[in-house]
Structures are given as structure tokens and as C-alpha cells.
């Protein structure tokens, strides 16, 4: 833990390595009651989300049919964004997580779920999953830091190129299902060399990538304003028809877009979300790697709709601690995650999603500048601690 | 040749526009829509209704099942697998069709028993409901009746064991010539289907020899053979508890007759958890013994066996891998998972929290 240490008040300074296991059991203990009554209603949960979106989305594609008329451009539009938002939040990112794989579902589980996204959720399940879930916030491990395009903590070495990174992460937030899919495939690093572009792994990838876009981009694109044409040749507006349903789908898959982007940003990006060293988790313990997930996630104030649409990544730091239970649980373990956070005297950072996006922007816009002070170097009276230390 | 022409032409057509139909519904299939609209209809999930649910003893129910699209009869003594939700978890259990091979309605029926702790047993026999929907496998088991048929049968029945053969009775009763029924149930009101057998018997349609062990004892083979002189001359279908079948099985090859002997056995499916246990990769052959609180994975990569892996631990759900049969513990609350071979669980445990709890079998 030692990119704290770098700080000038170090927060994690008044608790000892037995406090840190202590609050580790303790939040295991906390797991352990949701396990005990995990079942019939979570099972009816996920199965009621998926017939809801199914139908929204059968819904909307039908009034769709009919996008020559402004009404119901705007009616279809409306629900068919809803209905993504749901697909991928609440549903295919819960799922693809195995929060619901205790179900034995063959259908509702992580290891045949595929979603409405234009990363394969095989790809998807390994970046997100095993990299970002295992090294949340570490400096050159997560790379959900940044996405590998921007400067997200004053330790990185500013270059000019980081000027333009409020408008990458604009882009990005526009396109984000393929900012993912291209994370997903790390194409920057993949791309750079020829060697590592002839990969044949990396090329089976990048085509089942493309594969997948290819189909989306033509259900969204061809094959629904194509549907969509018999109505305008009836009221003899086909062009109207087939362009009001493109554009239903872009801003469709836009609003989608911005929308996750947006939570997304205000799981690590808020002020008072804490980076960590490559080093600093060699030997990590269980408890420490909870304290680890506590103190790098921001969480998201708001109704019940809120914790809905965000697939509950409100609960981030929940969410961080216990990636593998019912998102819909976390609002119930919440508080007493809280009371964990004030009784170990640790920030349970949340706000409003207007406030954690606009702090997520203003960290953006800040460290796209170079620092004013120069980074502090490290604190070397903190002694490292030594990994068997850390297992005895 | 015009007509195959025609044919290859509209199947083409019809794949094509199968394929427009996909690509509307991409990345999810059609079915996954037209799932949430009409359960029944999906041809590559197959489940059934319950169409009525009739109390047999204090502890039996029998369900009359209409299966979805995609079922196949059954033979008589045949099994099949129903997966049922019990709080929010699909477990599947075997269970022999009783019903008469061939129902017009094409409906049919199993007899659910309920046994000791049983989870999916007691569950039926509590909540099963006109109208409930469960999952369904297929017919399976060798447990049939011979053809031609053979002019003398016996069946030594005891408990449960009755199911598979009462769906042979009501089957072929007619083509089978001379029967003897040996069933042994702890009490008279106990007998699964008694009212039943003692009709057939008092009409003359077979010999019923009812044995109530609480009174009587268990029955010995020795006894049998009083029982039934001509024993070893029949065909024999005997279904019950593992050491019945295991006492018959003996005496049967010590009178040289073991190929005239049939038998079904019930695994228990209660699996009891120790400490560590043999773990066996059955496509790669690899037999690994994992100790109390080793993972799998760990055990497995010691021994080199290749195994897929990410987070290890626990939370990215790559290293899973399926349990044909056997039971394992998560290492992080404790919590049990088994599998058994003829329910065909086949439940994904993640290796790198799974330490084993006793012999296990995985698929891999
Ligand atoms: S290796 Fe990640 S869950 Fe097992």
C-alpha cells in the first residue's frame, strides 16, 4: 500500500496489519450473511430484468416500425435506450460477473452470457473481471486507470499529449462500447509492433471483435431501418423511415454510451479515490486487498430507479468488496459497509451522480495541465513491508 | 431432379431469412425472446408443465407431466431428469417414468418419493403445483423389459424401487405371461401404488407377495427362493436398496443364472463432506489428491496438470470447471457444493476456492 504513503497524510496510517485482518473477517462475515440468504429472490430478480428489457426492447424495436411519425421516433427512442442501459448494467455486467451463476442456469450464467456490447464477453470478462476486479487502482495493472489514454494521477509523468485528454475522454465517452472493445484487445500496445500484430492470438481476437461489431452495427444500421421501410413506402416517406430509424438506434447506442461512461467514471475517478503502487501488492493478504477495493471505489447517491440503472455500480465500493453477489444486495450490505468505513475512521467517498461526474471531469481537465507543484516523492521513513511479514 | 431442387431451394430460403432473424435478435438468439412470450415452445430447451398432481402415500406424489417440443417417449422403466428451481438453485434428480408407455395425450408420469433430507423430493412433494414448469431431460437407462418378452417374470421390488417396474406393469402387463411380484415396504399403507397391485393381483393378472419389513424383517434371498420356487427359470427385474440388490446379485451368479438378473439401482444422492479427497480429471486421466484446505487448482498445477486460471480468487470466474460427481467446499465460507452422476448435475465449481470435501470427477 505504499502509493500512500506518498501522500502527506497517509490514510490508512492508524490502523496496524491485525486491524486491517480484523476488518477483512469482518467484511468476510458480511458476505457470509448475504450467502446465507441468497436465493429464490435473487434468482426472480435477474429472470424479472431480463423479461422487463426483453420486452422494452421488442417494444420500442416495434414502435420503431413506425419512426416516420415524430411521436413515435421519440417513444421507440426513448425506450430502446432504457432498454440498452439495462442490458448492459444491470444485467449482462451482473451476470458476466457469476453473481448469478449459483442459479445453474445454463442460461443465466457467466460462461454464456453474451451481450449487447462490442466487446465479446469472453474478452470483456478477462480485463474487467480478472485485471480490474484483482488490481483495482493499482498504477500500471488497472489499466481501467485511464483506459491507457490519460493521465489520471499526479505521480504519471506529464507529456503534452495529455492536453487533448478531455477531448479523448469526451470521444471515448461517445463510443465507449468500442473504447472498451479496443481495451479489451489492448490495441495501442498491440498494434504498435509488427510482431505483436501478426500475433495469431491477438488476430483471432481482433476478428471475433469485429465480428461481433459487424452483426450489431448491422441489426442496428441495415436490418431494423430496413424493417422499418414498409410503413414509410405506406405513408411515402422511405427515406424518412429508414434514416429516423438509424438515427433512433445511434442515439440509442449514444445515450447508452455516455450514460455507463458517466458511472463508470464515478466508480474510480472521484476526488478522495486512492491509486496504488505496482509494489505495493506483492504479498497482499485478504484483508488487505479489501481495504485496497474500499479505498478505490466512489459510490453514487440516489433512488432505487438510480441503483437500477446503474446495474447498482452505484455501489461501487460494495460492488469492489463483493463482485461475485447479487448487485441488487448491495444497497442491503451498504450500510453496514459503512459502518465499517467510520468505525476504521476510513473515507466512504459518494455524492450525486452530477457531483462524482463532475469531479471525475475536473480531475480530467486538471491533470491534462502539468502539475503546479512538482509530484511528491515517496516517504522513505515508511519502511516497505516485506511480503512474508505480511503473511505471518 | 425438380422436386430436390425445389426443396434445397426453399430450405436455402429459409435459412437465409433464419439468418435475417438472427441478426435482428444478435448478439442473444430468437429463442431467448420468444422465451419470455411462450415457455413451452422452445424446442432446444425442453421442459414440461405439470398438468396434475395426486398424492400416492404419506410421502409419494405422482406428477403428470406434459412435456414442451423436443421430448422423446419413453420405454417402460426408463428414467428421466427433471431440473427443478428450489430457492433460486436448478437441481436435477432422476425419476422413472410410471405412467404406460405410448399415452395418446402423450403426457406421463413420474412417482416422487421423498427421502430422507431430500431437497429436490421434499420440495415436489410440498410446492409441486398444476401449472409449474420444470426442466426435462430426455428418457435414459437400460432398465427396460426384454423382447421378446419373457413368459415368466419376477420382479423383487422394495420402496421406491417400485417405480420403474409399475410403469413396466401398466405398460406390458398383457404380453407378459406369468408375473411375480416381490415388494417389500415397511408398512401396508407405505406401499407406493399398493391399492393398485392388490387390484391387479386379486383380478389374477400377477402374483403379489407384499412383505412389511417393520413386522416381517428384511427379506433375504433365501427366503425369496421359498417364496418363488421356480426363481432362477425367470426373468428377473429387481430395483431397491443397494445391498438388496447386491444380495440378489450374489445369489443369482451363484446359481450361475447373474444374465436372468436386471437390476436398477437408486444412488443415494446424499453426498457426506470430509476432509480433502481424490480428485479425478477424466479427459486428461490425471488423479490428484487434494489435502483439507488445498484448492484444486493449486493441487492440479502441482502435478502438472494445465489449468485456466485468472484472479484466483474467486472473483473472475474463469477457472471454472464442471463436476460430473463429487462434492467440494469453498475455501473462503465453507459453503458445499456436490454433484452426483446420475442426477447429471454437472455444476461449474471454480477450482481456485474449491478444496475437496471427498472423491470428486471433473469434466476436464
Ligand atoms: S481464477 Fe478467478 S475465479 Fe478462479
Given at each position: 500500500?505504499?502509493?500512500?504513503?506518498?501522500?502527506?497524510?497517509?490514510?490508512?496510517?492508524?490502523?496496524?496489519?491485525?486491524?486491517?485482518?480484523?476488518?477483512?473477517r469482518e467484511l468476510d462475515a458480511i458476505r457470509?450473511?448475504?450467502?446465507?440468504?441468497?436465493?429464490?429472490?435473487?434468482?426472480?430478480?435477474?429472470?424479472?430484468?431480463?423479461?422487463?428489457?426483453?420486452?422494452?426492447?421488442?417494444?420500442?424495436?416495434?414502435?420503431?416500425?413506425?419512426?416516420?411519425?415524430?411521436?413515435?421516433?421519440?417513444?421507440?427512442?426513448?425506450?430502446?435506450?432504457?432498454?440498452?442501459?439495462?442490458?448492459?448494467?444491470?444485467?449482462?455486467?451482473?451476470?458476466?460477473?457469476?453473481?448469478?451463476?449459483?442459479?445453474?442456469?445454463?442460461?443465466?450464467?457467466?460462461?454464456?452470457?453474451?451481450?449487447?456490447?462490442?466487446?465479446?464477453?469472453?474478452?470483456?470478462?478477462?480485463?474487467?473481471?480478472?485485471?480490474?476486479?484483482?488490481?483495482?487502482?493499482?498504477?500500471?495493472?488497472?489499466?481501467?486507470?485511464?483506459?491507457?489514454?490519460?493521465?489520471?494521477?499526479?505521480?504519471?509523468?506529464?507529456?503534452?499529449?495529455?492536453?487533448?485528454?478531455?477531448?479523448?475522454?469526451?470521444?471515448?465517452?461517445?463510443?465507449?462500447?468500442?473504447?472498451?472493445?479496443?481495451?479489451?484487445?489492448?490495441?495501442?500496445?498491440?498494434?504498435?509492433?509488427?510482431?505483436?500484430?501478426?500475433?495469431?492470438?491477438?488476430?483471432?481476437?481482433?476478428?471475433?471483435?469485429?465480428?461481433?461489431?459487424?452483426?450489431?452495427?448491422?441489426?442496428?444500421?441495415?436490418?431494423?431501418?430496413?424493417?422499418?421501410?414498409?410503413?414509410?413506402?405506406?405513408?411515402?416517406?422511405?427515406?424518412?423511415?429508414?434514416?429516423?430509424?438509424?438515427?433512433?438506434?445511434?442515439?440509442?447506442?449514444?445515450?447508452?454510451?455516455?450514460?455507463?461512461?458517466?458511472?463508470?467514471?464515478?466508480?474510480?475517478?472521484?476526488?478522495?479515490?486512492?491509486?496504488?503502487?505496482?509494489?505495493?501488492?506483492?504479498?497482499?493478504?485478504?484483508?488487505?486487498?479489501?481495504?485496497?477495493?474500499?479505498?478505490?471505489?466512489?459510490?453514487?447517491?440516489?433512488?432505487?430507479?438510480?441503483?437500477?440503472?446503474?446495474?447498482?455500480?452505484?455501489?461501487?465500493?460494495?460492488?469492489?468488496?463483493?463482485?461475485?453477489?447479487?448487485?441488487?444486495?448491495?444497497?442491503?450490505?451498504?450500510?453496514?459497509?459503512?459502518?465499517?468505513?467510520?468505525?476504521?475512521?476510513?473515507?466512504?467517498?459518494?455524492?450525486?451522480?452530477?457531483?462524482?461526474?463532475?469531479?471525475?471531469?475536473?480531475?480530467?481537465?486538471?491533470?491534462?495541465?502539468?502539475?503546479?507543484?512538482?509530484?511528491?516523492?515517496?516517504?522513505?521513513?515508511?519502511?516497505?513491508?516485506?511480503?512474508?511479514?505480511?503473511?505471518? | 431432379?425438380?422436386?430436390?431442387?425445389?426443396?434445397?431451394?426453399?430450405?436455402?430460403?429459409?435459412?437465409?431469412?433464419?439468418?435475417?432473424?438472427?441478426?435482428?435478435?444478435?448478439?442473444?438468439?430468437p429463442a431467448d425472446y420468444l422465451d419470455v412470450?411462450?415457455?413451452?415452445?422452445?424446442?432446444?430447451?425442453?421442459?414440461?408443465?405439470?398438468?396434475?398432481?395426486?398424492?400416492?402415500?404419506?410421502?409419494?406424489?405422482?406428477?403428470?407431466?406434459?412435456?414442451?417440443?423436443?421430448?422423446?417417449?419413453?420405454?417402460?422403466?426408463?428414467?428421466?431428469?427433471?431440473?427443478?428451481?428450489?430457492?433460486?438453485?436448478?437441481?436435477?434428480?432422476?425419476?422413472?417414468?410410471?405412467?404406460?408407455?405410448?399415452?395418446?395425450?402423450?403426457?406421463?408420469?413420474?412417482?416422487?418419493?421423498?427421502?430422507?433430507?431430500?431437497?429436490?423430493?421434499?420440495?415436489?412433494?410440498?410446492?409441486?403445483?398444476?401449472?409449474?414448469?420444470?426442466?426435462?431431460?430426455?428418457?435414459?437407462?437400460?432398465?427396460?423389459?426384454?423382447?421378446?418378452?419373457?413368459?415368466?417374470?419376477?420382479?423383487?421390488?422394495?420402496?421406491?424401487?417400485?417405480?420403474?417396474?409399475?410403469?413396466?406393469?401398466?405398460?406390458?402387463?398383457?404380453?407378459?405371461?406369468?408375473?411375480?411380484?416381490?415388494?417389500?415396504?415397511?408398512?401396508?399403507?407405505?406401499?407406493?401404488?399398493?391399492?393398485?397391485?392388490?387390484?391387479?393381483?386379486?383380478?389374477?393378472?400377477?402374483?403379489?407377495?407384499?412383505?412389511?419389513?417393520?413386522?416381517?424383517?428384511?427379506?433375504?434371498?433365501?427366503?425369496?427362493?421359498?417364496?418363488?420356487?421356480?426363481?432362477?427359470?425367470?426373468?428377473?427385474?429387481?430395483?431397491?436398496?443397494?445391498?438388496?440388490?447386491?444380495?440378489?446379485?450374489?445369489?443369482?451368479?451363484?446359481?450361475?443364472?447373474?444374465?436372468?438378473?436386471?437390476?436398477?439401482?437408486?444412488?443415494?444422492?446424499?453426498?457426506?463432506?470430509?476432509?480433502?479427497?481424490?480428485?479425478?480429471?477424466?479427459?486428461?486421466?490425471?488423479?490428484?489428491?487434494?489435502?483439507?484446505?488445498?484448492?484444486?487448482?493449486?493441487?492440479?498445477?502441482?502435478?502438472?496438470?494445465?489449468?485456466?486460471?485468472?484472479?484466483?480468487?474467486?472473483?473472475?470466474?474463469?477457472?471454472?470447471?464442471?463436476?460430473?460427481?463429487?462434492?467440494?467446499?469453498?475455501?473462503?465460507?465453507?459453503?458445499?457444493?456436490?454433484?452426483?452422476?446420475?442426477?447429471?448435475?454437472?455444476?461449474l465449481i471454480q477450482t481456485c476456492i474449491s478444496?475437496?470435501?471427498?472423491?470428486?470427477?471433473?469434466?476436464?
Amino acid at each position: 500500500m505504499t502509493t500512500l504513503q506518498r501522500k502527506e497524510v497517509n490514510p490508512i496510517a492508524h490502523l496496524s496489519p491485525e486491524d486491517i485482518e480484523q476488518l477483512g473477517r469482518e467484511l468476510d462475515a458480511i458476505r457470509d450473511e448475504i450467502l446465507a440468504v441468497r436465493g429464490e429472490q435473487d434468482a426472480r430478480h435477474i429472470r424479472r430484468m431480463i423479461a422487463v428489457q426483453r420486452r422494452l426492447e421488442l417494444g420500442s424495436r416495434a414502435v420503431l416500425l413506425f419512426s416516420v411519425f415524430p411521436p413515435a421516433w421519440v417513444l421507440g427512442t426513448i425506450g430502446l435506450s432504457i432498454s440498452k442501459i439495462l442490458e448492459n448494467m444491470e444485467i449482462g455486467h451482473n451476470i458476466l460477473h457469476g453473481q448469478y451463476d449459483f442459479m445453474r442456469d445454463p442460461k443465466i450464467h457467466s460462461t454464456t452470457w453474451e451481450w449487447d456490447s462490442a466487446s465479446p464477453a469472453e474478452q470483456w470478462k478477462h480485463s474487467h473481471n480478472e485485471l480490474h476486479h484483482k488490481y483495482t487502482n493499482v498504477v500500471g495493472r488497472d489499466n481501467d486507470l485511464g483506459y491507457g489514454i490519460m493521465r489520471v494521477d499526479e505521480q504519471q509523468r506529464w507529456a503534452p499529449a495529455h492536453l487533448g485528454q478531455p477531448l479523448y475522454n469526451f470521444v471515448n465517452a461517445c463510443f465507449f462500447e468500442y473504447g472498451i472493445a479496443a481495451y479489451d484487445l489492448e490495441l495501442g500496445r498491440n498494434l504498435r509492433t509488427k510482431k505483436r500484430r501478426n500475433n495469431p492470438e491477438f488476430r483471432a481476437r481482433a476478428r471475433q471483435v469485429l465480428h461481433k461489431i459487424r452483426r450489431q452495427v448491422t441489426r442496428d444500421y441495415v436490418v431494423h431501418p430496413a424493417l422499418a421501410l414498409p410503413v414509410g413506402f405506406a405513408v411515402g416517406n422511405p427515406l424518412g423511415a429508414l434514416f429516423g430509424t438509424m438515427a433512433a438506434n445511434f442515439v440509442a447506442n449514444l445515450a447508452r454510451n455516455l450514460w455507463t461512461h458517466s458511472v463508470i467514471m464515478c466508480g474510480h475517478f472521484p476526488n478522495g479515490v486512492e491509486t496504488f503502487e505496482r509494489t505495493s501488492i506483492t504479498g497482499e493478504t485478504r484483508g488487505e486487498w479489501y481495504l485496497r477495493q474500499m479505498l478505490g471505489s466512489a459510490n453514487i447517491s440516489g433512488s432505487k430507479l438510480m441503483h437500477i440503472m446503474t446495474g447498482n455500480l452505484s455501489h461501487q465500493i460494495e460492488h469492489h468488496l463483493f463482485p461475485d453477489l447479487p448487485a441488487s444486495r448491495y444497497a442491503e450490505v451498504a450500510p453496514k459497509v459503512r459502518a465499517l468505513f467510520e468505525r476504521y475512521q476510513l473515507n466512504y467517498v459518494t455524492g450525486p451522480l452530477v457531483f462524482q461526474v463532475a469531479s471525475a471531469w475536473a480531475k480530467v481537465f486538471r491533470l491534462a495541465l502539468p502539475n503546479r507543484k512538482p509530484a511528491r516523492e515517496i516517504d522513505h521513513s515508511i519502511p516497505p513491508r516485506h511480503p512474508a511479514e505480511v503473511a505471518a | 431432379m425438380p422436386v430436390n431442387q425445389t426443396s434445397l431451394f426453399t430450405r436455402r430460403l429459409r435459412n437465409g431469412a433464419w439468418r435475417v432473424v438472427e441478426l435482428i435478435t444478435t448478439p442473444v438468439v430468437p429463442a431467448d425472446y420468444l422465451d419470455v412470450i411462450a415457455p413451452l415452445r422452445n424446442p432446444t430447451v425442453l421442459r414440461a408443465r405439470i398438468e396434475a398432481v395426486r398424492p400416492e402415500t404419506a410421502d409419494a406424489v405422482t406428477l403428470e407431466l406434459r412435456p414442451g417440443r423436443g421430448w422423446e417417449p419413453h420405454q417402460p422403466g426408463q428414467y428421466v431428469r427433471l431440473g427443478v428451481d428450489v430457492d433460486g438453485v436448478r437441481l436435477w434428480r432422476a425419476y422413472s417414468v410410471t405412467s404406460a408407455a405410448g399415452r395418446r395425450d402423450g403426457r406421463f408420469t413420474v412417482t416422487v418419493n421423498a427421502v430422507r433430507d431430500g431437497v429436490v423430493s421434499g420440495h415436489l412433494l410440498r410446492h409441486a403445483r398444476k401449472g409449474m414448469l420444470v426442466h426435462l431431460d430426455v428418457p435414459a437407462g437400460d432398465f427396460v423389459l426384454t423382447s421378446p418378452r419373457p413368459a415368466r417374470t419376477l420382479f423383487v421390488t422394495a420402496g421406491s424401487g417400485i417405480t420403474p417396474v409399475m410403469g413396466m406393469l401398466r405398460s406390458a402387463l398383457p404380453e407378459l405371461g406369468d408375473v411375480v411380484v416381490v415388494h417389500s415396504a415397511r408398512t401396508p399403507e407405505g406401499v407406493v401404488f399398493g391399492a393398485e397391485l392388490r387390484e391387479l393381483a386379486a383380478q389374477g393378472r400377477i402374483r403379489l407377495i407384499e412383505r412389511h419389513t417393520r413386522a416381517d424383517g428384511r427379506l433375504k434371498p433365501a427366503a425369496l427362493a421359498d417364496l418363488v420356487p421356480d426363481l432362477f427359470e425367470r426373468e428377473t427385474w429387481a430395483c431397491g436398496p443397494g445391498d438388496m440388490l447386491d444380495d440378489l446379485q450374489e445369489h443369482w451368479a451363484d446359481a450361475g443364472a447373474a444374465e436372468r438378473l436386471h437390476v436398477e439401482r437408486f444412488r443415494p444422492t446424499v453426498l457426506v463432506a470430509g476432509d480433502g479427497g481424490t480428485v479425478t480429471f477424466e479427459k486428461s486421466g490425471l488423479v490428484v489428491d487434494v489435502a483439507a484446505g488445498a484448492t484444486v487448482l493449486d493441487a492440479a498445477e502441482a502435478a502438472g496438470q494445465l489449468m485456466r486460471s485468472g484472479c484466483r480468487m474467486g472473483i473472475c470466474f474463469k477457472c471454472v470447471l464442471p463436476m460430473r460427481e463429487g462434492i467440494v467446499r469453498d475455501v473462503r465460507d465453507g459453503k458445499l457444493t456436490t454433484a452426483t452422476e446420475v442426477d447429471g448435475d454437472n455444476v461449474l465449481i471454480q477450482t481456485c476456492i474449491s478444496t475437496a470435501a471427498g472423491p470428486c470427477r471433473l469434466d476436464a
